[in-house]
C-alpha cells in the first residue's frame, strides 16, 4: 500500500513542477503578439493538469483513509511491517495528510498565478486585437476584367477624393497599421491615384509595407519605372496558364495573360520589387498543374485560395457575379493543393482560413466583415474613428496570424535566389 502512497505523492509533485514551468512559458510567451495563441493553448494545458491534480487528491485521500481503518484495526504487527518491511505509522499517515495541505496551498498558489497569466494573455490579446496591423484597401470597385468568381464585384463607382484618403491612412498609421494592401477592383485604373498613396504612405507615414494587387494588364514599365521606390510588393492574379481557360474564367481576351506576366515579374526584379502571385482554384483551373509556370516565374509568395461565396457579393444570380458555378469541392481543392505543395513559395488558404481573418476597407473608407452570412460594413472611419469602426466588424486576430498575415514583406528582406525557383536574376523567357 505505501507504494500506491508514494506513487501518487511523486505524480504530485510532478504535475505541480509542469504547472509551475508551463506558467513562465506562458508569461514569457505573452511577449510577443505571435505567441499569444501559443500561450492561450499553455493555459488551456495547465487547466487539464489542474484536473489531473483534483483527481489525485482525491484518490490519495481515499486511500490514507482506506489504510488508516485497516492499520488501526489490524494486528500490531501489521502496523509495523507493510510491504516488504516498509513501515508506514500513524505518523506516516499524518506527515503524509500534512504534505497533502501544503500541497493544496502551493496549487491555490499557483491557481492564483494562473487567473493572473490567464487575465494578462486575454487583456494582451483584446489590446493588440484592436491594432489594425495590416489592412486591404479598396480605393475603387471598377474592373476591366469579369472574373465569375469575383467576391468584391463593381457595384458602385464612387472613389474617394485624395485628401480623405489621406486622412484615412493618415488614421489608420496612427492606430497602428504596418503594411497596407491596395487592391479594387483594378486600382491601375487609377495610376495617378497609386502613385499618391504611394508616396503618401511612405514619405509622409513611414509605412513599413505597401502592396498592390492587380490583374496586371494595366501595368506599365513606365509607372515601374517612376514609383519602385515606393513600393515593397506587386501581387499579379494568376488564375491560369492556358489562354482558353483565363477565357472561360473571365480574365481577357486577347490571350497576352501569360506574356504579361513573365514581363511584369521582370520589372520587378529589375525595379527591386517583391513579386508575388494569387491564384483562386476553381471548377476550371483545379486540375492544372502550375508547377514549371511558378518555378520559372519564382515569386517569393504564391498565395493559393478556395474560390469563396460572399453573401451580398456573389452568392447567387441576383449578384452581378454567381460564383455558385465555380466553386471546387473539397477533393479538388485537396488535389490543387497536393500537386503544388513542394513548391516553398506555395501559401495555401481554404474558405474557413479566409474567414474574418482579413481586415477590409470598402471606398468609402468602412470596415467591411465577410464572414458569415451576409456581408456587414463598418461606419466609415472617417467620422468614426479606426477603433469604434473596427468595433462594428469581426476580425479574428487568432486566424490571421494562424494563416501567416505577418511575413517578410519588406524589401529590406529581398535576397538573391529567394523564391519558388531558388533561381537566378536572368530575364525570364515567355
Request: net charge neutral; charged share 25%.
Amino acid at each position: 500500500m505505501s507504494s500506491i502512497f508514494f506513487f501518487y505523492r511523486d505524480s504530485l509533485q510532478l504535475i505541480l513542477c509542469k504547472a509551475l514551468l508551463k506558467l513562465v512559458c506562458t508569461v514569457v510567451g505573452v511577449s510577443h503578439p505571435a505567441q499569444i495563441s501559443f500561450s492561450c493553448v499553455l493555459l488551456q494545458d495547465l487547466k487539464r493538469e489542474y484536473e489531473i491534480w483534483l483527481n489525485i487528491q482525491a484518490g490519495l485521500a481515499v486511500v490514507a483513509r482506506s489504510e488508516r481503518r485497516r492499520i488501526l484495526e489490524g494486528p500490531y504487527s501489521e502496523r509495523a511491517h507493510i510491504e516488504g518491511g516498509k513501515s508506514l505509522s500513524d505518523q506516516a499517515i499524518i506527515s503524509l495528510l500534512r504534505d497533502l495541505s501544503l500541497h493544496y496551498l502551493l496549487v491555490v498558489g499557483v491557481l492564483t498565478i494562473f487567473i493572473i497569466a490567464y487575465q494578462q494573455v486575454f487583456n494582451e490579446f483584446t489590446k493588440e486585437s484592436n491594432i489594425p496591423v495590416s489592412v486591404n484597401y479598396f480605393p475603387s470597385r471598377k474592373c476591366n476584367y469579369t472574373c465569375g468568381f469575383c467576391f468584391h464585384t463593381d457595384t458602385s463607382s464612387y472613389v474617394l477624393p485624395i485628401d480623405e484618403a489621406k486622412r484615412g491612412l493618415r488614421l489608420l498609421k496612427e492606430a497602428g497599421m504596418r503594411k497596407l494592401n491596395i487592391a479594387g477592383g483594378e486600382p491601375f485604373l487609377y495610376p495617378r491615384l497609386l502613385t499618391e498613396l504611394l508616396q503618401y504612405g511612405k514619405e509622409e507615414l513611414d509605412m513599413e509595407s505597401i502592396s498592390i494587387v492587380s490583374n496586371g494588364s494595366k501595368i506599365t514599365e513606365k509607372w515601374m519605372r517612376e514609383n519602385c521606390q515606393w513600393l515593397d510588393i506587386l501581387a499579379i492574379s494568376c488564375v491560369s496558364f492556358d489562354p482558353e481557360t483565363n477565357k472561360k474564367i473571365g480574365r481577357g481576351d486577347d490571350g497576352g495573360n501569360v506574356i504579361r506576366l513573365f514581363r511584369i515579374a521582370n520589372w520587378c526584379r529589375e525595379y527591386g520589387i517583391k513579386f508575388k502571385l494569387n491564384t483562386v482554384v476553381n471548377v476550371h483551373n483545379w486540375n492544372e498543374d502550375m508547377s514549371a509556370e511558378i518555378e520559372k516565374l519564382a515569386p517569393f509568395r504564391w498565395k493559393v485560395f478556395q474560390c469563396l461565396l460572399v453573401a451580398g457579393e456573389n452568392e447567387d444570380a441576383s449578384r452581378l457575379r454567381d460564383a455558385r458555378t465555380f466553386l471546387v469541392t473539397d477533393e479538388q481543392w485537396k488535389t490543387f493543393c497536393n500537386r503544388h505543395k513542394h513548391l516553398p513559395c506555395y501559401v495555401p488558404e481554404d474558405t474557413n482560413a479566409m474567414a474574418s481573418s482579413y481586415l477590409l476597407l470598402d471606398e468609402y473608407m468602412c470596415f467591411l466583415d465577410k464572414g458569415e452570412g451576409m456581408i456587414t460594413k463598418s461606419e466609415s472611419i472617417l467620422k468614426v474613428g479606426v477603433q469604434k469602426a473596427m468595433g462594428q466588424v469581426v476580425w479574428d486576430k487568432g486566424s490571421f496570424l494562424d494563416r501567416g498575415g505577418i511575413y517578410d514583406w519588406g524589401r529590406s528582406d529581398m535576397m538573391q535566389g529567394s523564391g519558388c525557383s531558388g533561381g537566378s536574376n536572368e530575364k525570364l523567357q515567355w
